[in-house]
């Protein structure tokens, strides 16, 4: 057993960090106020590798791990949580799927593109009423002769603004639930497609969050992911690994958090002396340095056992409980040390506050993590 990261690892984090300082940092409070990435910075993050970094190069894919992909989202969540989580939807829930479920013909068509960001994922389950309970997908799907017609909605659909590759989940009979899903791959820019809206959110604003309408959009039959009325099943096993993904976002927006309050502890000053020197804010990092720490372990043990190949379920949703519930925590924290310059949105504490509350819901609340952990207790 050990504890260390690799020198692999460590210089991909020195990368990460020092890409952070120069690309991402100076646009973060832009990127929230004006609700976008810019494109540009799309692409530099593309061309470091970060869209595509667990996958083989014979797709354009960096040839890195699971554990180098949490690394990634994890130092880019630090200085921005919607560029983190920009990489973690499009990598564990669009490519990721077709990368485990898809033909040899289907990864060679649609993972090029996305591993060098010239087509953004997304993963398209959540409907207006089909939240946690996947298994009340309304979408419906017929087959006419070599083409499936979609008609229906999604709702909170992460990088759905981007019009890229989705990976979709619609049912050709309701009274199935869940045994009557079926995942395909499309391109959202299709005639059919519709973007009803980009949500206004609390936090991570720069990230797209959308709803949209099918109106009989047609796809061709190879766009078929896996085999009819096995989606759910693709569901379920593409956000046991996406929520290693959110946890690492998670980690990155507690850590981020922390070293600023750290800094900002030592210069501010009151009574004539550092803040820092006083109990009471030294309990609140110890407390908050903890959280981190602990959420890590669990979630880079959690990716390690994914790139082993083992059983992850439990640790993934263990690892996503408590980075999110961490970061959430950290957040506050770090606002109350920076007193009423923490509610002052010049001061960098606010908007991580606002993006950590995200990360206890989305890709299965807290609440479901807690029903997967218990159920696997009690099996």
């Keep these: 057993m050990n504890f260390e990261l690799s020198q692999d690892h460590k210089v991909l984090q020195d990368s990460v960090r020092d890409f952070d300082t120069k690309e991402i940092k100076p646009l973060a409070m832009q990127i929230d106020e004006q609700h976008m990435i810019p494109d540009e910075l799309v692409r530099k993050m593309s061309d470091m590798g970060l869209l595509g970094s667990y996958f083989p190069e014979e797709y354009d894919g960096a040839g890195l791990d699971m554990l180098s992909y949490a690394i990634v989202v994890e130092e880019v969540s630090k200085a921005c949580a919607s560029c983190g989580v920009l990489i973690s939807a499009h990598t564990s829930l669009a490519s990721g799927p077709i990368y485990t479920f898809g033909t040899p013909e289907q990864k060679k068509k649609w993972l090029p593109t996305l591993n060098t960001g010239d087509k953004i994922g997304c993963f398209l389950l959540t409907e207006p009423e089909a939240g946690s309970d996947a298994g009340g997908t309304a979408t419906m799907y017929k087959r006419e002769g070599d083409e499936y017609v979609i008609n229906g909605s999604k709702t909170f659909i992460t990088n759905g603004g981007y019009l890229g590759t989705g990976v979709l989940f619609a049912s050709f009979d309701r009274s199935l639930k869940h045994?009557?899903?079926?995942?395909?791959?499309?391109?959202?820019?299709?005639?059919?497609?519709?973007?009803?809206?980009?949500?206004?959110?609390?936090?991570?604003?720069?990230?797209?969050?959308?709803?949209?309408?099918?109106?009989?959009?047609?796809?061709?039959?190879?766009?078929?992911?896996?085999?009819?009325?096995?989606?759910?099943?693709?569901?379920?096993?593409?956000?046991?690994?996406?929520?290693?993904?959110?946890?690492?976002?998670?980690?990155?927006?507690?850590?981020?958090?922390?070293?600023?309050?750290?800094?900002?502890?030592?210069?501010?000053?009151?009574?004539?002396?550092?803040?820092?020197?006083?109990?009471?804010?030294?309990?609140?990092?110890?407390?908050?340095?903890?959280?981190?720490?602990?959420?890590?372990?669990?979630?880079?043990?959690?990716?390690?056992?994914?790139?082993?190949?083992?059983?992850?379920?439990?640790?993934?949703?263990?690892?996503?409980?408590?980075?999110?519930?961490?970061?959430?925590?950290?957040?506050?924290?770090?606002?109350?040390?920076?007193?009423?310059?923490?509610?002052?949105?010049?001061?960098?504490?606010?908007?991580?506050?606002?993006?950590?509350?995200?990360?206890?819901?989305?890709?299965?609340t807290n609440e479901v993590q807690r029903v997967v952990i218990s159920k696997m207790l009690l099996s």
């Design 179 to 364: 045994k009557g899903i079926t995942a395909f791959i499309v391109d959202l820019s299709s005639p059919g497609v519709t973007i009803l809206k980009n949500e206004n959110k609390m936090g991570i604003r720069g990230s797209y969050t959308t709803a949209f309408a099918f109106d009989n959009l047609r796809i061709p039959v190879e766009n078929l992911l896996g085999q009819e009325g096995k989606g759910f099943n693709i569901a379920m096993d593409t956000l046991n690994g996406g929520r290693i993904g959110i946890a690492s976002q998670a980690l990155g927006i507690a850590g981020g958090a922390f070293d600023r309050a750290l800094a900002y502890s030592k210069e501010r000053k009151q009574f004539g002396q550092a803040i820092s020197e006083f109990q009471a804010i030294q309990f609140k990092l110890a407390d908050m340095y903890a959280r981190i720490e602990t959420s890590k372990l669990m979630t880079y043990k959690a990716a390690c056992l994914k790139d082993q190949k083992k059983n992850y379920t439990m640790e993934s949703a263990m690892c996503k409980m408590l980075a999110s519930e961490a970061a959430t925590y950290v957040t506050k924290e770090a606002m109350q040390i920076h007193g009423g310059y923490g509610f002052i949105c010049d001061y960098e504490v606010e908007r991580m506050y606002r993006d950590a509350k995200i990360t206890e819901i989305y890709e299965g």
